[in-house]
């Protein structure tokens, strides 16, 4: 079953990755996606946060979410 979520959750966030126009809001969006992903497999929520917020903030400078 947590794979099952795990897809559903990287299909959302691949599919809202485009509408997200700024670092702030791709920041806020990595975070979210980043605590839910570790919740959801028994990790840290703070560390999967920290971690998602971060990638979302650097996406763009790394030319990943153009």
Known sequence: ????????????????SGCLDTDTERGLAGAAGGAVIADVTGGNALTGAVIGGAAGVFCDDLRVCR
């Not at 079953?1 to 809202?16: F, H, R």
């Open 1 to 16: 079953m947590k794979t099952v979520k795990m897809l559903g959750l990287l299909a959302c966030a691949v599919a809202l």
